[in-house]
């Protein structure tokens, strides 16, 4: 079994006049989720999902302690968790209390030995050669799918969905926002859409 890709055009980099070149992209075929894992888990080792699973969760629950107390989570052969801030900008350090500074998102950088284990990774061409044009009705159908086990998407999230641009992705996040379907909420430092609620329809 191999992994796939597909080919798409972009300028060369630092140049906007010059011919677009091909490069390769990923193409995920699948997400593997947890009870995936446990399962294939199983099957290579002595242990029962249960016990599987809860080692699982043990070792998420240690690393979001760690994490919270400041400390970097290495998991060897895997790679580095650490953690990002935000804050409002300022030009001196004065203008900023430690209560304007809140967690921002968890970071991830490889390690070596999980790279070099996959530089021998089995690579085909994606039959999905060029991208398939979505409706929007198919897009909107994506959408409430993925936001049934999900509190928000966001325009990165809906362009994967449904394999478009960025604005297709902003025209049509907008359009289900104007219908009454999502709601726009500024969260972090980015524009993100959630359900419309039964109580925000009244």
């Known amino acids: ?15 906007t006049d010059g011919k677009q070149q091909l490069y390769p992209r990923f193409v995920p075929t699948d997400t593997v989720r947890l009870d995936d894992l446990v399962q294939k888990a199983q099957g290579r080792s002595s242990f029962s999902s249960a016990d599987i699973k809860g080692v ?15 400390h970097n989570v290495e998991l060897e052969g895997i790679g580095t968790f650490s953690i990002s801030l935000k804050s409002r900008p300022v030009e001196d350090k004065k203008e900023i209390r430690a209560e304007s500074i809140h967690f921002q998102d968890v970071t991830f950088r490889s390690s070596r030995q999980l790279r070099d284990r996959l ?65 726009r909420k500024y969260i972090g430092n980015a524009y993100l859409f959630q359900p419309v609620k039964p109580e925000e329809e009244a």
């Open 1 to 15: 079994m191999a992994a796939e890709y597909k080919l798409v055009r972009r300028p060369p980099l630092g140049k």
């Open 56 to 70: 699982l969760q043990l070792l998420q629950d240690m690393m979001v302690d760690e994490l919270m107390f400041g």
């Open 119 to 183: 530089q021998e990774m089995p690579l085909m061409r994606s039959s999905e050669e060029e991208r398939a044009v979505l409706s929007f009705e198919e897009c909107e159908e994506r959408t409430m799918k993925y936001l049934e086990t999900h509190q928000y998407i966001s325009g990165k999230i809906y362009r994967s969905l449904c394999r478009c641009g960025k604005t297709k992705a902003a025209g049509d996040l907008k359009r289900m926002a104007n219908a009454g379907k999502l709601v």
